[in-house]
T-cell receptor, first 112, second 112 residues
Framework: DGGITQSPKYLFRKEGQNVTLSCEQN?????MYWYRQDPGQGLRLIYY???????QKGDIAEGYSVSREKKESFPLTVTSAQKNPTAFYLC???????????FGQGTRLTVV | QKEVEQNSGPLSVPEGAIASLNCTYS??????FFWYRQYSGKSPELIMS????GDKEDGRFTAQLNKASQYVSLLIRDSQPSDSATYLC????????????FGQGTELSVKP
């Protein structure tokens, strides 16, 4: 089945640690996105990538890093520089030239 | 002023009634408009997209767009308890590639 797979579903991190969230898609979509959602809030864009080996900062990129070495994969690293990392992280993708975005099931990150 | 604004709710309607959800946006050049449904703890699911002025119907859902007034709405006819969720309005601005800006969402509760 085609889709977007995020892993893990739940992730716990100690303060000061870096963690990497996985996002894989088999839809052959060119563009991929990372959003963050806080309770009762909408989604805010962290990073996005429209082609392999290229990505741009979104509105809240500080404390995060990404890579796009393969079309199918767009991992997000939450670094220790991110002051408030506890949130629901959502990966999305769409075909080049379209704006309809489809989401993975999300990763809920909690700092303990 | 927020770029995409929604009433946070909660909006409560009886089963069988029409639920009306509204969204306003600030970028007059915006070209694509979307409604996502998000159940508690889950990721957003695309339910409607609209690109031109007027109404677009899909089953019990109708999206309405008025670019002159910069608002987009979602009507849900014959509301069911299973429609209880948060509805997110998303807008693709002018020359923004596939990036979406989300409102904070409106929580809908359909009472049996």
């Amino acid at each position: 089945d085609g889709g977007i797979t995020q892993s893990p579903k739940y992730l716990f991190r100690k303060e000061g640690q870096n963690v990497t969230l996985s996002c894989e898609q088999n839809l052959n979509h060119d563009a991929m996105y990372w959003y963050r959602q806080d309770p009762g809030q909408g989604l805010r864009l962290i990073y996005y990538s429209q082609i392999v080996n290229d990505f741009q900062k979104g509105d809240i990129a500080e404390g995060y890093s990404v890579s796009r070495e393969k079309k199918e994969s767009f991992p997000l690293t939450v670094t220790s520089a991110q002051k408030n990392p506890t949130a629901f992280y959502l990966c999305a993708s769409n075909r080049q030239g379209t704006t309809e975005a489809f989401f993975g099931q999300g990763t809920r990150l909690t700092v303990v | 002023q927020k770029e995409v604004e929604q009433n946070s709710g909660p909006l409560s309607v009886p089963e069988g009634a029409i639920a009306s959800l509204n969204c306003t946006y600030s970028d007059r050049g915006s070209q694509s408009f979307f409604w996502y449904r998000q159940y508690s703890g889950k990721s957003p699911e695309l339910i409607m997209s609209i690109y031109s002025n007027g109404d677009k119907e899909d089953g019990r859902f109708t999206a309405q767009l008025n670019k002159a007034s910069q608002y987009v709405s979602l009507l849900i006819r014959d509301s069911q308890p299973s429609d209880s969720a948060t509805y997110l309005c998303a807008v693709n601005g002018y020359n923004q590639g596939g990036k979406l800006i989300f409102g904070q969402g409106t929580e809908l509760s359909v009472k049996p």
